[in-house]
């Protein structure tokens, strides 16, 4: 089975005309983004002699453990970053999933 961009349309109610959507990708400061996205920031790599494995992104682990159930009484604001954290899962996990089938690339919440 392929997804297709209407397929996309249709989950995310997101137009599929007209212009395309295109920017440059910075990658210095990307978990205060993903913070300022989401409200909640990915913890540092602490590990000073090893290169950090996660320099793209998240875990969709981390995603699922913030963002598993929002609830009922939660304010707009709170239910848009988790709608946010949805879209973002879609698109990294299910239409432009990465090599290592893991992990959620931050380059696709700042279009969110």
């Known amino acids: 089975?392929?997804?297709?961009?209407?397929?996309?349309?249709?989950?995310?109610?997101?137009?599929?005309?007209?212009?395309?959507?295109?920017?440059?990708?910075?990658?210095?400061?990307?978990?205060?983004?993903?913070?300022?996205?989401?409200?909640?920031?990915?913890?540092?790599?602490?590990?000073?002699?090893k290169k950090d494995p996660r320099p793209s992104g998240v875990l969709f682990s981390w995603l699922q453990e913030h963002f598993y159930e929002c609830r009922e009484s939660a304010s707009p604001a709170v239910v848009e970053r988790y709608a946010r954290a949805y879209l973002w899962n879609l698109l990294t996990q299910v239409v432009f999933p990465d090599g290592t089938g893991d992990t959620a690339s931050w380059m696709f919440l700042d279009p969110l």
């Open 1 to 49: 089975m392929t997804v297709t961009l209407e397929d996309i349309a249709m989950i995310s109610g997101l137009p599929i005309e007209g212009r395309a959507l295109t920017g440059k990708v910075k990658s210095e400061g990307w978990r205060q983004r993903v913070a300022g996205l989401v409200g909640v920031e990915p913890p540092p790599w602490i590990h000073e002699t």
